[in-house]
């Protein structure tokens, strides 16, 4: 009886062991390909090349507000087009806070990673809740400016303000550090797409029941571009005040 | 049959006196204080080094050690050799025990006074073989030849360099040429295989032989202090008068903690596995963040934190005078007591070095110094520092992402923590003082005002302005108040 009790612990021990490892069906020290390292430019999971190089600005989270446009919005993509979006992953846009892709154009990344980015912003992008007919195309030249302020002062100054320089709901939009910083296709996109993320809508639904017509939207952005100006350097501020 | 096989057995004991070597050896005397718990490092240290003699074999016997092949020599045997990565992982879990358990032997020698008359060199040989030790966790990072033994092996060699008069001579020397290349392998891996493996075990030979000569050392007894005239004498008799034999009656906790020390290596092999190897050892490839194996992670903290005017000398002074001070400690404090709570000034200094080398250590984990490279293009802004922003404040974020600030700020706990977190910089700096730190920098962060456009500045400064406390205001300069129609009493004055 003591024998038995002297050995009941220690096979017990290993009975619950064998068990528990029996759960097992993999080792977890055990490497496995797929881990092992890769060089940058080898990389071809989308994934892991979209949280590496675009989820910095573009975000993660499709559900929460991102400083870039979120990537995955239907009405962007049918606006855009692949073909637009490839073209801005490789080779970014110059003056403003897009780099390039491409390791030619000074970017990091091959040209099958950036094609692999690309289709999978646009696979993973839900298609159009409805049909949209009247979509602008993407590029288009500036419309008059005369018109554009009487049709911002009916679409967008109910939230940026009668001039442009803020309401109640957004912020200046007129801004020449503002502008000095974004591109007319990017006014362009942004009045045809919104920022959903953000909270402004698209172009059919900035006043209810009324769509901006392609003309519209040239003149509205023609409008924002003629605020361009030489921005204050806050930097030059600084030393007069110094002095 | 039992009778042949024993006349079998009896006949090469008379010949190779088997059982006299392990009288003299296994079988010495010891004080029956020593058969306990706080004397099994030094065999499992041992058993250590048989492992990675073992393991280290078999290895080799894979492993190509030139530049073009090894690196892939460590995948074919982490993928394509059955169970080469539980070799691999069995050589450098079974390296890490032997150097924390070697600490801890080397700690408790200190403890207990052991390195005092007449082991003196018993402890000599430990240090020296303390410092091999180390020198194998080296060349064996090394031996990897990915991106960690690379940049290791670069500032291994830089400090190298800085010794006068002959520090680039041998740096070339022990790199077999001007850069790190396929000699370089070649000269670390000799090293790693033949020449300190060497040293090591005829030192071992010596350290094991001291142990028996001048015995293991007594657990100590406050009250009775080491004399050079009598204490021999009196270990004799401890040893003699109800003494103990190591075999059998302390080797039992050997053998139990060499086997829990097993099954811990092997435990660890099947749940972390071996290491790396890491990225490739290409220098062209910038996007790395290398540092040491654990055991040097500590003196790359070090050698990171310093000031650039001490790093010449702490580097090649350092570990002279500290190992110069191990080394002589059983010189200048040869007798005495032996008890820990009567030696406050041993205690003391071996508490401060353990947890200066713990949170170096630490530091050297984290190395909070260096920026997270990826973070400006893998970090989303959080989106409630987005929320509500204005076009301006937004390009602002995005102008923070693009200039890659967050590699040294963290926004929301992720970023670099090499500057300051700004999650709520603007209670704290007003407009002007974020132009003026972004324009011209200070401290280490360098001037930007070379590097970004006017429009950049207003708008990354009018997003760092929106990150302060909710329901306060953030920082304004007194000056503007100047400025304001509504008056202020400094305007108001005036």
Redesign the interface.
């Known amino acids: 009886m003591t024998e038995l009790k002297r050995w009941i612990f220690p096979v017990l021990a290993l009975a619950l062991s064998s068990f528990l490892l029996a759960g097992c069906d993999k080792?977890?020290?055990?490497?496995?390909?797929e881990e092992?390292?890769q060089?940058?430019t080898e990389v071809t999971d989308f994934n892991v090349l979209y949280?590496?190089?675009?989820?910095?600005?573009?975000?993660?989270?499709a559900s929460?507000?991102?400083?870039?446009r979120q990537l995955n919005e239907a009405l962007y993509l049918a606006f855009a087009g692949r073909e637009a979006i490839l073209q801005i992953t490789e080779d970014g846009v110059p003056g403003t806070?897009m780099?390039a892709g491409l390791i030619d154009k000074g970017g990091k990344l091959t040209e099958e990673q950036v094609g692999i980015i690309v289709d999978g912003i646009v696979e993973r992008t839900p298609p159009l809740s409805q049909e949209v007919t009247d979509l602008p195309p993407y590029r288009a030249e500036l419309g008059r400016i005369e018109e554009g302020r009487e049709a911002f002062s009916r679409y967008c100054a109910g939230c940026h303000g009668e001039d442009g320089s803020?309401g109640p709901k957004?912020?200046?939009?007129v801004?020449?550090?503002?502008l000095?910083?974004?591109t007319n296709q990017s006014l362009r996109t942004t009045v045809v797409a919104g920022r959903t993320d953000?909270g402004m809508p698209d172009f059919r639904n900035m006043v209810p029941g009324e769509v901006m017509s392609d003309e519209e939207v040239e003149d509205v952005v023609a409008w924002l571009a003629s605020h361009r100006e030489e921005?204050?350097?806050?930097?030059?501020?600084?030393e007069e005040?110094n002095d | 049959m039992t009778k042949q096989l024993r006349n079998i057995a009896l006949w090469l004991d008379r010949r190779l006196h088997l059982s006299q070597i392990w009288e003299a050896t296994a079988g010495h005397g010891i004080p029956k204080s020593s058969a306990s718990w706080f004397y099994v490092f030094g065999s499992a240290t041992m058993l250590c080094l048989g492992v990675q003699i073992v393991t280290g074999i078999c290895l080799a016997l894979i492993y190509q050690p030139s530049a073009q092949e090894a690196y892939a020599s460590l995948h074919y045997l982490n993928y394509e050799q059955p169970l080469g990565w539980f070799l691999r992982g069995m050589h450098y879990w079974g390296s890490n025990f032997m150097v924390a358990i070697m600490l801890m032997h080397m700690t408790q020698v200190f403890v207990f006074g052991a390195y005092k008359y007449p082991r003196e060199l018993t402890w000599v040989s430990g240090v020296i073989l303390c410092l091999l030790t180390l020198g194998m966790a080296f060349t064996g990072q090394v031996m990897r030849w990915d991106q960690d033994a690379y940049w290791g092996l670069g500032i291994g060699v830089s400090m190298l360099g800085r010794v006068p008069f002959i520090g680039p001579e041998l740096t070339h020397f022990l790199m077999g040429g001007p850069i790190i290349a396929g000699n370089s392998l070649s000269r670390f891996f000799t090293l790693h295989v033949f020449i300190i493996p060497g040293i090591v075990l005829a030192l071992l030979s010596m350290h094991l032989r001291l142990v028996l000569s001048k015995g293991i050392n007594e657990a100590p007894t406050a009250g009775k202090p080491v004399r050079r005239d009598s204490y021999e004498e009196e270990y004799e008799e401890m040893v003699h008068r109800g003494g103990a034999r190591f075999a059998p009656d302390a080797i039992g906790k050997d053998l139990i903690f060499g086997g829990i020390v097993l099954g811990l290596i092997v435990a660890c092999v099947l749940l972390f596995g071996p290491k790396g190897p890491e990225g490739i050892p290409d220098p062209t490839l910038i996007n790395t963040n290398p540092r040491p194996d654990w055991p040097f992670l500590w003196f790359f903290a070090v050698a990171s934190l310093m000031p650039p005017y001490m790093e010449s000398v702490v580097l090649l002074l350092g570990p002279v005078v500290a190992i110069g001070i191990v080394i002589a400690l059983p010189f200048f404090d040869n007798t005495g007591e032996k008890k820990w709570t009567l030696r406050p000034v041993s205690t003391v200094s071996l508490i401060l070095v353990v947890v200066s080398l713990a949170a170096f250590t630490w530091y050297g984990a984290t190395s909070p110094w260096s920026p997270e490279m990826d973070a400006w293009s893998s970090e989303p802004t959080p989106s409630h520092m987005i929320d509500g922003r204005t076009p301006l404040e937004l390009q602002g974020a995005l102008v923070f992402q693009y200039k890659q600030c967050r590699n040294c700020h963290a926004l929301d706990g992720i970023g670099g923590q090499r500057g300051p977190a700004l999650d709520l910089v603007a209670d704290r700096m007003t407009p002007d003082q974020l132009v003026r730190q972004v324009v011209q920098g200070s401290g280490n962060m360098p001037a930007y005002g070379q590097n970004i456009s006017p429009a950049e500045v207003k708008a990354v400064v009018a997003f760092l302005h929106t990150l302060h406390t909710e329901g306060r205001l953030p920082a304004q300069t007194a000056l503007n108040l100047h400025e304001d129609p509504e008056g202020s009493p400094a305007g108001g004055d005036e």
């Open positions: 080792i977890p020290g055990k490497p496995e390909p092992a390292y060089r940058p949280t590496t190089y675009c989820a910095g600005c573009h975000s993660l989270d929460k507000p991102a400083a870039a806070t780099p803020g957004a912020g200046s939009i801004d020449p550090a503002y000095e910083l974004v953000l921005p204050d350097n806050p930097a030059q501020g600084n005040r």
